[in-house]
C-alpha cells in the first residue's frame, strides 16, 4: 500500500519537489524566527538556545511521523462519501488499519530526516543528558505516537458517523501546532488545558522535559496512564461508529 502511494506521490516529480522544498521552508522560517527571538531574549520561558531548538526538533519530529504514516486518514472521508468504505469492511483486513496506514507519504521523509538531524545536534550540544533521561524520553515518544494515533483513530470514526473529517483534522493539526514551543509559555489555565484535557503537552513537550531531567516519575506514570487510557477510549469510540454506520448505498 506504500509503494501505491508513493507511485502516486511521484506522478508528479515537480510538484512533489515543490511540495517538499515547501516543507523545508515552513521549518526554515521558523527556526530562523527561534534564532532572532533568543539572540533577543537570551531565553525562552527559562529555556536556552538549544533546548528550546531540542523542543521544536522534538515537536517536528513527532508531527511528521504521524502525517507520514497516517496520511491515508486525510483522504478518508471520500472513502466514506463515494461508498469505498464499504469495500474495506467486506475485506478480511481490518477496516480501522487500512483506514489509519493505508498509504504512507513518502514526500514526508525529508522532514523526518531533518528533523532527527536536529533532535541529535541539539542532545550534543546540551549538557548534563543521563541515560535514564534518553530512555524517558524514548519511552515518552512512543507514547506521544500513541496519543496521536488516538486523534486520528477519533478523527475517522467521526467521519464514519458524519461524512466531515477535514475540519476536524485541520483542528487536531492547529492544536497540535501549539506544542513547537515548550507549554510553559502560555499561562494558566492555559497551560493545564494543554497538558491535561487536550494532551498537546504531554505528546510535545513531556518528552523534551523527561530528556533534560526536568520531569518527575509521576508526571511520567500520569502520562503513560493518559497516554493508554486515551487510546483506550478511542478505539471503543471507532467501535461504536462502526456498529452505527450507513453505507453510501444505504
Same mark, same amino acid.
Given at each position: 500500500m506504500s509503494a501505491? %502511494?508513493?507511485?502516486?506521490?511521484?506522478?508528479?516529480? *515537480?510538484?512533489?519537489?515543490?511540495?517538499?522544498? /515547501?516543507?523545508?521552508l515552513? +521549518?526554515? *522560517?521558523?527556526? +530562523?524566527?527561534l534564532v532572532i527571538v533568543i539572540s533577543k531574549t537570551n531565553t525562552i520561558a527559562g529555556y536556552s538556545f538549544w533546548q528550546v531548538i531540542f523542543f521544536f526538533a522534538t515537536f517536528n519530529l513527532i508531527d511528521t511521523a504521524a502525517q507520514l504514516f497516517m496520511r491515508e486518514v486525510y483522504r478518508f472521508r471520500s472513502y466514506v462519501v463515494s461508498g469505498e468504505f464499504d469495500y474495506f469492511l467486506s475485506k478480511p483486513l481490518s477496516p480501522l488499519f487500512r483506514t489509519l496506514l493505508g498509504g504512507s507519504d513518502i514526500l514526508d521523509l525529508p522532514m523526518l530526516f531533518? %528533523?532527527?538531524?536536529?533532535?541529535?545536534?541539539?542532545?550534543?550540544?546540551?549538557?548534563?543528558? %543521563?541515560f535514564v533521561g534518553v530512555l524517558l524520553y524514548l519511552v515518552l515518544i512512543v507514547n506521544a505516537f500513541l496519543i496521536g494515533l488516538s486523534f486520528h483513530i477519533m478523527v475517522v470514526a467521526l467521519g464514519v458517523l458524519t461524512t466531515e473529517i477535514d475540519n476536524a483534522l485541520w483542528m487536531y493539526r492547529d492544536l497540535t501546532q501549539m506544542g513547537r514551543l515548550p507549554i510553559d509559555i502560555y499561562r494558566q489555565p492555559l497551560q493545564g488545558i494543554l497538558t491535561f484535557a487536550i494532551p498537546v503537552g504531554?505528546?510535545?513537550t513531556f518528552p523534551s522535559k523527561a530528556l533534560? /531531567?526536568?520531569?518527575?516519575?509521576?508526571s511520567v506514570v500520569i502520562a503513560l496512564l493518559i497516554g493508554i487510557i486515551l487510546f483506550y477510549g478511542s478505539f471503543k469510540f471507532w467501535q461504536h461508529a462502526i456498529k452505527h454506520y450507513s453505507s453510501a448505498s444505504s
Open positions: 501505491r %502511494s508513493t507511485q502516486i506521490a511521484l506522478s508528479s516529480r *515537480f510538484s512533489a519537489v515543490i511540495f517538499v522544498i /515547501g516543507k523545508l515552513r +521549518f526554515a *522560517f521558523f527556526f +530562523f524566527f531533518l %528533523s532527527i538531524a536536529f533532535v541529535v545536534v541539539a542532545v550534543v550540544q546540551m549538557e548534563a543528558v %543521563s504531554i505528546m510535545m533534560m /531531567g526536568l520531569l518527575s516519575i509521576q
